[in-house]
T-cell receptor
Framework: DVKVTQSSRYLVKRTGEKVFLECVQD?????MFWYRQDPGLGLRLIYF???????EKGDIPEGYSVSREKKERFSLILESASTNQTSMYLC???????????????FGPGTRLTVL | AQRVTQPEKLLSVFKGAPVELKCNYS??????LFWYVQYSRQRLQLLLR??SRESIKGFTADLNKGETSFHLKKPFAQEEDSAMYYC???????????FGTGTRLKVLA
């Protein structure tokens, strides 16, 4: 059974704190993604990575950074948490597509982050 | 810019009634389209993708390039279909997937 796990289901942090969200997949997938999920806004891509140490900005990267030191692990970092970063964060992974094609994304259970 | 539009935030139907969840996209190339579903307290998961042309849990979706639509349909809704549904597009030659804002389907007894 394929698995994407996220380090925490719920997290409460204070404004200005540095926050780390961890994601691990056991499917040997090349691609990994971080999204935030907000009511009425759907899923918005923060960052993605197509290989170890490779990363690209998504649609809303401001205030976030990422790290991918190992193929199975993709970390999202909030350098200085703010209240507008209160959200559900979803990690996903997928195989690299043939000729740039898309593949099914497998999602983690999500981390609900509250910034006070 | 690529975009996916799901015009309905909430769709309520009675059990046994037909269901159609709308999805329109804007993309000049050849898109790959997906429907993802999130049941209560479960993780987001793939329901179907247009290239597979499958029927999953009674749902089908046909890509209409002329209307740039990929509507999700089911002839007879069941209570267990109640969930959040997201339409997504993958643009060729990139790693990105773009999701719509989602439609919550409620199937009433």
């Amino acid at each position: 059974d394929v698995k994407v796990t996220q380090s925490s289901r719920y997290l409460v942090k204070r404004t200005g704190e540095k926050v780390f969200l961890e994601c691990v997949q056991d499917m040997d997938h090349e691609n990994m993604f971080w999204y935030r999920q907000d009511p009425g806004l759907g899923l918005r891509l923060i960052y993605f990575s197509y290989d170890v140490k490779m990363k690209e900005k998504g649609d809303i990267p401001e205030g976030y950074s990422v790290s991918r030191e190992k193929k199975e692990r993709f970390s999202l970092i909030l350098e200085s948490a703010s209240t507008n970063q209160t959200s559900m964060y979803l990690c996903a992974s997928s195989l690299a597509g043939v000729a740039g094609g898309g593949n099914e994304q497998f999602f983690g259970p999500g981390t609900r982050l509250t910034v006070l | 810019a690529q975009r996916v539009t799901q015009p309905e935030k909430l769709l309520s139907v009675f059990k046994g009634a037909p269901v159609e969840l709308k999805c329109n996209y804007s993309y000049s190339g050849s898109p790959e389209l997906f429907w993802y579903v999130q049941y209560s307290r479960q993780r987001l998961q793939l329901l179907l993708r247009h290239i597979s042309r499958e029927s999953i849990k009674g749902f089908t979706a046909d890509l209409n390039k002329g209307e740039t639509s990929f509507h999700l349909k089911k002839p007879f809704a069941q209570e267990e279909d109640s969930a959040m549904y997201y339409c997504a597009i993958h643009t060729s030659g990139t790693y990105k997937y773009i999701f719509g804002t989602g439609t919550r389907l409620k199937v009433l007894a």
